[in-house]
């Protein structure tokens, strides 16, 4: 990838800093080529023409002491750098918690000359590494938490870019801190045992790996900003029902009984209707009111009821645990249903008190979840679940 200055050039980085040796022959081989890094990202290293030459980099230790909150240096202290200079070794740049040095001088000696030593140096590289992962594990085990129990599955149906992308980043950061980790403690431990590092390693064998991983993490990571964004904007507010063109797949409190329904304000009978590429069909619609049943008590109720319309039975499947986790706080108990034509699998819960009732009905690619107050008991499944289930199945 080339800037429209010719003397500027940029590079897919190969290897991370923590593979100290490749990335080291990694920095020469381009020098051989007449490319001659200035700054050295994680996903790009930036580089200017010249002769090709012979050039030595070394990556050390930014830090030898700290704690995981310290911010690592940008740069060496001046007295280093003057140290090193005198030696023939030039500071390049800051990545991680390493400083890139360059030595032109074929005669200069080596910035490290025993292995145990240097290993010492890297303590605070095996540190960040280590907090590294172990950080990655804890945001991935907080998110399956958080979206683990009721959300994960609707998460999937009703945002499936957004999920894909927001797991992939979540592996793919995961796997790299891995190789981080995997590197710097093999690289260490070979030092302690007298190792001399192999400057010229190959770093061909590994470099896809490595390339590919960070594209696919860096790529996720700004696909999932771009498709929450988009997904904010266009999220469908909830309207009056009356709104709503065509009828809908579900029986409303007016199918429900014979008598006379009043409803409460709009503001309380509303109907959101949303779509994705797993679920074409999403509709989420709230109502409340008093249905005046002649001679018998009126029933004062609300209805929540929650419609997809998935591309594939095993995704609707999917969903019946979310849709019941999300209202097991009201209703968690099982109940028995009557026989219900047409349906592939039901599933009935009451609360306690058996004020809430939840009823879950699938139907191929559709799935229905209707919870609904029943502050007298009368109005049980017994009596509504076949109701729901003939509008159900007439919808299909």
Same mark, same amino acid.
């Given at each position: 990838?080339?800037?429209?200055?010719?003397?500027?050039?940029?590079?897919?980085?190969?290897?991370?800093?923590? $593979?100290?040796?490749?990335?080291?022959?990694?920095?020469?081989?381009?020098?051989?080529?007449?490319?001659?890094?200035?700054?050295?990202?994680?996903?790009?290293?930036?580089?200017?023409?010249?002769?090709?030459?012979?050039?030595?980099?070394?990556?050390?230790?930014?830090?030898?002491?700290?704690?995981?909150?310290?911010?690592?240096?940008?740069?060496?202290?001046?007295?280093?750098?003057?140290?090193?200079?005198?030696?023939?070794?030039?500071?390049?740049?800051?990545?991680?918690?390493? %400083?890139?040095?360059?030595?032109?001088?074929?005669?200069?000696?080596?910035?490290?000359?025993?292995?145990?030593?240097?290993?010492?140096?890297?303590?605070?590289?095996?540190?960040?590494?280590?907090?590294?992962?172990?950080?990655?594990?804890?945001?991935?085990?907080v998110?399956f938490?958080?979206?683990?129990?009721?959300?994960l599955?609707?998460l999937?149906?009703?945002?499936?870019?957004?999920?894909?992308?927001?797991?992939?980043?979540?592996?793919?950061?995961?796997?790299?801190? %891995?190789?981080?980790?995997?590197?710097?403690?093999?690289?260490?431990?070979?030092?302690?045992?007298?190792?001399?590092?192999?400057?010229?390693?190959?770093?061909?064998?590994?470099?896809?790996?490595?390339?590919?991983?960070?594209?696919?993490?860096?790529?996720?990571? %700004?696909?999932?900003?771009?498709?929450?964004?988009?997904?904010?904007?266009?999220?469908?507010?909830?309207?009056?029902?009356?709104?709503?063109?065509?009828?809908?797949?579900?029986?409303?409190?007016?199918?429900?009984?014979?008598?006379?329904?009043?409803?409460? *304000?709009?503001?309380?009978?509303?109907l959101?209707?949303?779509?994705?590429?797993?679920?074409?069909?999403?509709? *989420?619609?709230? *109502?409340?009111?008093?249905?005046?049943?002649?001679?018998?008590?009126?029933?004062?109720?609300?209805?929540?009821?929650?419609?997809?319309?998935?591309?594939?039975?095993?995704?609707?499947?999917l969903?019946?645990?979310?849709?019941?986790?999300e209202?097991?706080?009201?209703?968690?108990?099982?109940?028995?249903?009557?026989?219900?034509?047409?349906? $592939?699998?039901?599933?009935?819960?009451?609360?306690? $008190?058996?004020?809430?009732?939840?009823?879950?009905?699938?139907?191929?690619?559709?799935?229905?979840?209707?919870?609904?107050?029943?502050?007298?008991?009368?109005?049980? %499944?017994?009596?509504?679940?076949?109701?729901f289930?003939?509008?159900?199945?007439?919808?299909?």
């Amino acid at each position: 990838m080339k800037l429209l200055n010719k003397e500027t050039v940029y590079r897919l980085v190969p290897c991370p800093c923590y $593979d100290v040796e490749a990335c080291e022959s990694w920095l020469t081989d381009m020098a051989a080529q007449g490319l001659f890094v200035e700054a050295l990202g994680r996903t790009l290293a930036r580089f200017h023409r010249g002769l090709p030459q012979t050039v030595r980099y070394r990556l050390t230790a930014a830090r030898l002491k700290g704690g995981w909150l310290d911010v690592v240096q940008s740069e060496p202290l001046s007295a280093e750098k003057a140290l090193y200079a005198e030696y023939g070794w030039e500071f390049i740049c800051s990545q991680q918690e390493f %400083f890139l040095y360059a030595c032109r001088n074929p005669q200069a000696p080596e910035l490290h000359t025993d292995p145990a030593v240097q290993a010492l140096s890297l303590k605070m590289a095996r540190k960040s590494a280590w907090w590294a992962l172990i950080g990655g594990i804890a945001v991935l085990v907080v998110q399956f938490a958080l979206n683990g129990q009721g959300r994960l599955a609707r998460l999937f149906v009703e945002m499936p870019l957004l999920s894909c992308c927001m797991y992939l980043y979540f592996f793919g950061a995961l796997f790299l801190a %891995f190789r981080d980790l995997y590197n710097i403690l093999r690289f260490s431990r070979r030092l302690r045992g007298g190792y001399v590092p192999d400057h010229r390693k190959n770093w061909h064998p590994t470099a896809w790996v490595y390339r590919i991983s960070r594209g696919v993490t860096t790529c996720s990571f %700004f696909l999932a900003i771009l498709v929450g964004f988009s997904i904010l904007v266009q999220t469908g507010a909830s309207e009056p029902t009356k709104n709503y063109q065509g009828p809908l797949p579900f029986a409303t409190l007016q199918d429900l009984t014979d008598g006379t329904l009043v409803q409460d *304000e709009d503001s309380y009978n509303t109907l959101e209707v949303r779509s994705s590429l797993l679920a074409p069909t999403i509709l *989420e619609y709230r *109502e409340s009111g008093v249905i005046l049943q002649g001679t018998e008590p009126p029933w004062d109720t609300s209805l929540t009821v929650q419609y997809f319309d998935t591309r594939a039975p095993w995704l609707a499947q999917l969903l019946v645990n979310d849709l019941h986790k999300e209202r097991s706080i009201l209703a968690d108990e099982p109940q028995r249903l009557p026989d219900l034509p047409g349906m $592939d699998t039901a599933y009935a819960y009451s609360g306690k $008190d058996g004020v809430f009732r939840q009823l879950i009905l699938v139907q191929g690619g559709r799935i229905l979840s209707v919870l609904w107050i029943d502050p007298d008991g009368t109005q049980n %499944f017994d009596r509504l679940a076949p109701r729901f289930a003939e509008i159900f199945a007439a919808s299909a």
